[in-house]
């Protein structure tokens, strides 16, 4: 019997079809009521579990009350187990939250995650990497790694990892800030990793049947060795969030760099940690500089996403040729087409047209910018 | 239709037929040894009292081998659309050809005045695959494709080299669907590598060639027809950009089946070509036995060719070998190749003639076209590039629909063929494809039997709705089920040493 947590954020892309393009604060929920807003999340959520209904002798679904999951598993069939305590009507964060480490402590082999971005974050909050999450899309922004394309993709998944042994993976769980996106501007940082499994039907081949984690972890140490190599004495290297450009700050011995900020590196040393723009700015004044990128998230986004430190004008001071790519051929089997959203229009088209990225040991491709 | 075949299962209490360390016993004679010399000039410590050699009959080690052949599938028994390996039928004659003592009994230490048959033998079969490539002049010494690839590498960093650039010229660009030894072959020899995509029709994408052509570019390795089976339709193009930066155009030939007699990799403007001889020229693929993957390059490269080169004296009437060579990339392996291949690719050629090769090339992509036209349209496959021209000599399917509606994929389509007695197709290659099922008939296979390819294919998409258990479970009609590929290959006992350790 395999032990299937599900926890369904009920108010997730209540905002969406309303056009706030988001659910989080208790002022947007009230609007989105206001202009007539039904919650979409309740809806997808039902339809994961009922694509597993066939195996459901063999799963002990594991849910909060009511709205939180026990009405969704009931409605697609199931008899779930359902524990903790909710007032319904009225759930919050912190419902979420509860119920991620109420799921960890019993020992569930994967929480199915109904919402979008924001209860991404909620359950990374509470519970980190403990234990496989997967995200079954239903919010409004659903720009983390750890959603599967659609709740029927999520079921397939889910039986597979379940059953079969999928890898696992960290995938990068995203903060956009809804008060800018909701004035036209996209600022999304990186705002942690879940643990979540990998379908390798995405990436195929037999050497990921074992362990994608493991075998990106070698992929990326490759394009570190690369990089470390090759790089020179008194450039200020820039070394933008992710676990792709971490590898780098790794081989060259650096414990302390910063997962989900910027570092700067001169002569093989960490000469400053999570700075700002400002502080990158004042770092390479008159001095020639390199950035070292990795794609963030699934859209594939070099800039503008998770790394907003790395400004136009830092940008433009360190010069398109001096952008060093860094991403495994996983994530380009991912995102084939790179993108950019730097804020500045004049700037995303300099960048667009083909670039090259380091996707090994000596090993590089050219990659189209949109 | 999937219960005429079963494969044979030699097992005893549950185990399968044991290893020949493990047969026979204590006096059990299949011939007998000449008594050691008295003397030997052999240090002592090299000299061992027990050999711990198994000891069987000549019946036993006849009937160990036999069965191990029972339990295994091969192009003798039926069809093997096995992608981009070209598992052609093996002919017969030219295995006997290559039996005949003058094959068989010659040491490459001989004088060349007592294997002059051979040396000429060489010598014309160079001279064949120089007029089919259109190339100058071809090396027949390494001895698999990715060692003929590794060839072309050196001879490569040999030219630019010649050219004071060796320094300058430090990439090697290679399409994301080329075979994928070529990356590394380009690596071994030093080069960094570059990898340009395919476009949205499944060829090189120009635009991105044009974005990673530099003055650093020292060649671009191409297989035309590509992995997807598709003619590189720019390859003009193509070669005139990489050419314009100085950089040389390297022809993966591994596969010339689609090609034959109808374009040449000289023609193309390449510089160097590479062939398979167990590929397009009928020898048996040796599953890491003796292969050949000769060399063909222009008049401008040929001075860096490894030594040594057949040549012959017309003053004399005699065949030579030539090491005065002081431009060649040197020795690539001992000797002059794997002789017992080349005379069987010889007899190939001679007994095909130049009409009989173009021939064989037309069959060959008429029974791909055939496979594709007829599977096209099944509800579970689709073709993920050019579904409109015609391909040459394989078909490139992907599997995803199936994979969406049903969760069956391409590997479960492909172990389940095996229960219909066919051999797999290749999956999940080229990278590019998603759940990809590489078919590539080849020119041996008669419509009867493609056909039955077709049906068993269709069947197996519709037993995935129906029977999915079924295909997770197969193939159960072989000697051996599924196996844990990745602990296989991480894990290898590959040694009765190993074995026996491993037991421990």
Known sequence: ?370 | MSDWYRQARWDREGRLEPLVFELGGPGHIGYSLPKPPEHTNLPKHLLRTELRLPELSEVEVVRHYTRLSQMNYCVDLGTYPLGSCTMKYNPKLCEELASLETATCIHPYQAEGTVQGALELMYKLERCLAEIAGVARVCLHPSAGAHGEFVSMLITRAYHEFNGEQDERTQVIVPDSAHGTNPASAAMAGYEVLIVPSDARGRVDLRALEAAVSERTAAMMLTNPNTLGLFEDRVVDIVELVHDVGGLLFYDGANLNGILGKSRAGDMGFDIVHFNLHKTFATPHGGGGPGAGPVGVTQELEKFLPVPVVEYDEKRGEYYLDYDRPNSVGKVRAFYGNFGVLVKAYAYILMMGARGLEEAAEAAVLNANYVMRKLSGTRGYELKFDATGPCKHEVVFSAEPLKRETGIGAREVAKRLLDYGMHAPTYYFPPIVSEALMIEPTESESRDEIDRLINALKAIAVEASTDPEKLRAAPTVTAIGRLDEVKASREPILSWRMYRKHRA
């Open chain 1, 1 to 370: 019997m395999q032990k299937l947590g599900l926890i369904v954020n009920p108010i997730a892309g209540i905002g969406g079809r309303v056009g706030l393009k988001g659910s989080d604060g208790k002022e947007v929920i009230k609007k989105a009521m206001a202009l007539g807003a039904k919650p979409v999340s309740p809806q997808r959520a039902v339809e994961a579990p009922r694509e597993l209904v066939p195996l459901k002798e063999k799963i002990l679904l594991v849910t909060y009350p009511r709205e939180m999951g026990e009405d969704e598993a009931k409605k697609a069939g199931f008899a779930p187990k359902v524990i903790g305590e909710i007032t319904s009507g009225q759930t919050t964060a912190e419902d979420t939250k509860r119920a991620a480490r109420e799921m960890r402590d019993l020992g569930v082999d994967l929480i199915l995650l109904a919402g979008g971005d924001g209860t991404a974050r909620d359950v990374y909050d509470a519970i980190g990497v403990d234990i496989p999450v997967l995200g079954v899309p239903s919010g409004v922004k659903m720009h983390s790694a750890v959603f599967a394309i659609n709740p029927w993709a999520a079921a397939r998944i889910a039986m597979e990892f379940l059953w079969e042994e999928l890898p696992l993976k960290e995938t990068e769980v995203m903060d956009l800030d809804e008060e800018a996106y909701r004035r036209g501007r996209l600022s999304a940082k990186l705002y942690g990793y879940l643990l979540t499994p990998y379908e390798p039907s995405l990436i195929q081949g037999v050497k990921f049947a074992s362990s994608t984690t493991e075998v990106e972890r070698d992929e990326q140490a490759a394009i570190a060795k690369h990089v470390v190599e090759e790089m020179k004495p008194n450039i200020v290297y820039i070394l933008g969030p992710g676990t792709t450009t971490r590898a780098v700050a790794e081989e060259l011995g650096i414990r302390n760099s910063t997962l989900l900020g910027v570092d700067l590196l001169v002569d093989r040393k960490l000469v400053a940690g999570d700075v700002n723009e400002q502080q990158i700015l004042q770092a390479i004044e008159g001095k020639p500089a390199t950035i070292l990128v990795s794609p963030i998230g699934k859209q594939g986004f070099i800039f503008g996403r998770g790394n907003q430190q790395l400004s136009p004008e830092v940008i433009r001071r360190v010069g398109k040729d001096n952008i060093l790519v860094l991403a495994t051929p996983q994530k380009l089997a991912l995102t084939p087409v790179l993108k950019v959203d730097t804020g500045d229009a004049k700037l995303d088209d300099e960048l667009r047209g083909y670039i090259r990225a380091i996707t090994g040991y000596r090993q590089t491709r050219v990659v189209k910018v949109v």
